[in-house]
């Protein structure tokens, strides 16, 4: 059996618990702003225990994105997305990291499939709508992600961003 990239080869690890007891990953979410190179150690440790932990997979891809390494932020939340097909946080974090590199295409795409798992999901309902109208589109789903936006926006700025964009 093929090991994964962070363990021994030869070996594909399932230790789930080993996992969160070496690294749990609210501490490494908490080390993330205050030392990413400890949070990061933390998060690759977990991953070693369990290459299957798709939270730490998810908050490695964070700590990746905000250091400006796309590519492996974008592995990591492939991983978290496969390993978690319900939520929708892996696949907002992956549209992104790919409209960060210019994949807007990809990243609409990204966006939609977390809307698909988490219909109305506020994020991916901004990040959906500002690439489309970034696109020239104003049909009538970005219409209706507007009007959600300008009533439900994470934040003050995203809500009066959605009325202003209204035709």
């Known amino acids: 059996m093929a090991g994964g990239p962070y363990s021994p080869p030869g070996r594909v690890p399932r230790a789930t618990r080993a996992a969160e007891a070496a690294a749990p990953v609210a501490a490494a979410s908490a080390a993330r702003d205050a030392d990413p190179a400890k949070a990061e150690a933390l998060l690759r440790e977990a991953l070693t225990a369990d290459l299957f932990h798709a939270e730490a997979h998810d908050n490695l891809g964070v700590l990746l994105l905000a250091r400006g390494d796309l590519y492996g932020a974008a592995q990591e939340f492939e991983w978290a997305r496969k390993l ?49 109208l970034a696109e020239g589109r104003r049909d009538a789903a970005v219409r209706a992600w507007l009007e ?16 202003r964009q209204r035709p």
């Open 148 to 163: 959600t936006i300008a009533l439900s926006g994470e934040t003050e700025a995203w809500r009066d961003w959605a009325r």
């Open 84 to 132: 978690l097909p319900g939520p929708p946080e892996p696949r907002l974090n992956l549209a992104l990291t790919l409209e960060s590199s210019g994949r807007t295409r990809d990243a609409e795409a990204a966006y939609l499939s977390a809307l698909e798992v988490h219909p109305g999901y506020v994020p991916a309902l901004q990040g959906a709508a500002r690439l489309a």
